[in-house]
């Protein structure tokens, strides 16, 4: 079963995979984002501690994509041509910083070591 999984979601080897990968680079080249730009910091504290761990620069250039892009939603508009040919929406930045912070939580958690951050209600 896994390796179905693995084929229908694979872009290489799935058709459908493939459309929809295009389909989604479309999108995000008409508003200028990355695909990592998606990820919502509120909704996972995992992505919050990635990008606090991230370089200022990297950071920085993330907040103006997501401003740009909610500019030109607004304004029911799309980058020009010519720089969405420039945009590179899958070319990710926190894949690695979040696959480590992963790691170190599952790690903490083997070691019965208490979580870094939890999650509170007010």
């Known amino acids: ?5 693995r084929w229908l979601v694979d872009p290489s080897r799935n058709w459908l995979a493939a459309q929809h990968c295009k389909a989604i ?3 995000l080249r008409k508003y200028g984002l990355r695909y990592d730009d998606l990820y919502d910091p509120l909704h996972d504290l995992d992505i919050k501690e990635a990008l606090a761990r991230l370089p200022r620069e990297i ?4 907040n103006q994509r997501l401003k740009r892009a909610m500019d030109l939603s607004m304004k029911h508009d799309y980058l020009p041509e010519d720089l969405q040919a420039l945009q590179t929406p899958f ?3 926190l894949r690695d910083m979040l696959a ?6 599952a790690e ?15």
Do not use: C, H, N
């Open 1 to 5: 079963m896994a390796g179905f999984m």
């Open 25 to 27: 680079s479309r999108r």
């Open 59 to 62: 950071v920085d250039a993330r």
């Open 91 to 93: 070319r990710s930045y």
């Open 100 to 105: 480590l912070v992963k790691k170190e939580k």
């Open 108 to 122: 903490r958690e083997a070691l019965g070591a208490p979580p870094l951050y939890q999650r509170t209600i007010p």
